[in-house]
């Protein structure tokens, strides 16, 4: 008998940003990678083989076990080593037992026992007793002082510092070339992010792929069963390489150069809290996100290209794959004083309303949408769009997605928002005159038109270079303006 063991972590988010404090967010970003890769390794020990590792990335592994004792170890022990270091961290595990090759259905039973799991309700370690002095920002137990103030840290909040200190960058390694040297100069906060700028805007991306289930469903439909376990261990290993390849890239190509050259002069604006699989949440300087975002989806799409096609696929597969695969992201513009989970939340939705405009569409392509949160609430999109976005039943300033190309629907390019925002930032360009219209296009919509025709009829220059049109776009029987996103950028 064989054992398909899998573990996963759940609420992740909610985990890592229990705080805004940047080091507890580095240290705990390094943490969730850790569980589900070097320490599952490590705890395992001699009985490891990398052939038996279907993943291993963060937030989850799916591994084979050839002996039966083995497996009762991790079962039995791993979960609790964890748990006595990180309490109240979220993790679930499950176990198919199997006979011969690895087939699909193994795969799925392991994900429908592991989604059992994820609905027990679970043990919250840690509590304490009440009369227990509390951390001040989390209410957890408190067991030591922190570093320079009398607040105590809780269990989770020290294993996070002691992580960040071990692993000096965390996640940001990933973005530098092997061996390359780095100062991260981590402050106890986010502003680190924003040095040397008036502004003070941040920006949390997050992005995911597209159609992923699918396509390992295909896989496993198209692969003979004695070759299913080795085709998605390479698939699996061969996209996570390709998300960080495509983060670095896009951190050398965007970001890189505004760093300085010798290492104590060094201010890196971006800290990767999420990498890996096709997964990435970052934390990143405002003005930065867009470029840096557009540049991580179109590599995404090279270099999954590229790697996927050293994996061994049946033709059918590699004729789906032979493009590489798509991803779409969210972009939240928050404040630094903002809560950062709440900053992530939005991005996820974000991300899952350009998922859904993307997938409407026979072949999704790569895309992202935004938001600059104005207000305290704390809510998805779609609340968002209704709340604040819609003028009139069939009229709404939610312009995006926006693609790495212009489609035929009418969808704009990431590029052509960017080219706008740089020219409504020129000293001559009407950008007063537009935030005017945007206004009395909520008050009356007759006089929105007058108005738009003296600002073309005054700067005609600008007419075709920012779209300005009296008459606004449309999909369908829904119209759209594209200008209320063109002043939201140029403003960060």
């Known amino acids: ?19 805004g404090k940047l080091k507890e967010i580095i240290g705990a970003s390094y943490l969730v990678e850790d569980i589900c890769t070097d320490r599952f390794k490590q705890f395992v020990g001699q009985a490891y083989n ?72 679970t043990v919250s370690h840690g509590a304490g007793l009440m009369i227990s002095e509390r951390s001040r920002r989390t209410g957890g137990a408190g067991i030591v002082k922190e570093k ?14 002691r992580a960040e200190m071990e692993n000096k960058g965390g996640l940001l390694r990933h973005l530098f070339d092997d061996g390359e040297k780095f100062n991260a100069h981590d402050n106890s906060n986010i502003a680190n992010l924003l040095s040397g700028r008036d502004k003070s805007w941040i920006a949390v991306v997050h992005a995911d792929g597209n159609n992923l289930g ?42 890189r150069p505004l760093s300085g050259n010798e290492e104590k002069k060094q201010h890196i604006p971006i800290r990767p ?14 003005d930065l996100a867009l470029g840096f975002t557009e540049a991580y989806l179109r590599y995404f799409e090279l270099f999954t290209q590229n790697l996927l096609a050293e994996v061994d696929l049946p033709n059918e597969s590699k004729s789906t794959l032979k493009n590489g695969l798509t991803s779409c992201a969210g972009i939240a513009y928050i404040k630094e004083s ?25 072949n999704p392509r790569s895309c992202l949408s935004f938001h600059r949160v104005m207000s305290s609430f704390s809510e998805d999109f779609n609340t968002i769009v209704e709340r604040e976005l819609t003028i009139a039943e069939d009229f709404t300033l939610a312009f995006g997605p926006y693609f790495l190309e212009k489609q035929t629907s009418g969808h704009e390019s990431i590029k052509q928002l960017m080219r706008w925002a740089q ?12 935030r005017n219209w945007l206004t009395e296009l909520k008050e009356n919509e007759g006089n929105a038109i007058q108005l738009m025709n003296r600002i073309i009829a005054l700067n005609g220059r600008y007419e075709k270079s920012l779209g300005l049109n009296p008459a606004p776009s449309r999909r369908g029987s829904q119209m759209f303006t594209h200008l209320y996103d063109v002043l939201t950028i140029s403003n960060i």
């Not at 103030?149 to 294993?159: H, I, P």
């Not at 809290?273 to 405002?286: E, F, H, K, Q």
């Not at 020219?423 to 537009?434: E, L």
């Open 1 to 19: 008998m064989r054992y398909l063991y899998g573990l996963t972590i759940q609420k992740i988010q909610s985990f890592i940003f229990e705080t």
């Open 50 to 121: 990398s052939e038996n590792s279907i993943v291993t990335a963060a937030g989850k592994v799916v591994y084979i076990f050839d002996d039966r004792i083995d497996c009762e170890r991790v079962v039995l022990s791993y979960l609790h080593s964890v748990l006595c270091e990180i309490p109240g961290l979220g993790v679930v595990q499950a176990v198919v037992e199997f006979e011969g090759d690895l087939l699909q259905e193994n795969i799925s039973l392991l994900e429908r026992r592991l989604e059992i799991q994820k609905s027990k309700p």
């Open 148 to 161: 320079g103030s009398e607040n105590r840290l809780d269990r989770k909040q020290s294993a996070k510092l």
């Open 214 to 255: 699918r396509i390992i469903q295909s896989l496993s439909g198209s692969v003979n069963n004695n070759k299913l376990t080795e085709v998605l261990r390479t698939f699996s290993c061969e996209l996570d390489k390709a998300t960080k390849a495509a983060a670095k890239r896009a951190f050398q190509e965007v970001i």
């Open 273 to 286: 809290i999420i990498l890996g699989g096709d997964d990435l949440t970052i934390i990143v300087r405002g």
């Open 338 to 362: 903002y809560p950062l989970h709440y900053g992530i939340d939005l991005a996820e939705s974000l991300c899952k309303h350009a998922k859904k405009i993307a997938k409407s569409e026979d």
């Open 423 to 434: 020219t409504v930032n020129k000293q001559d360009a009407p950008k007063a005159q537009i």
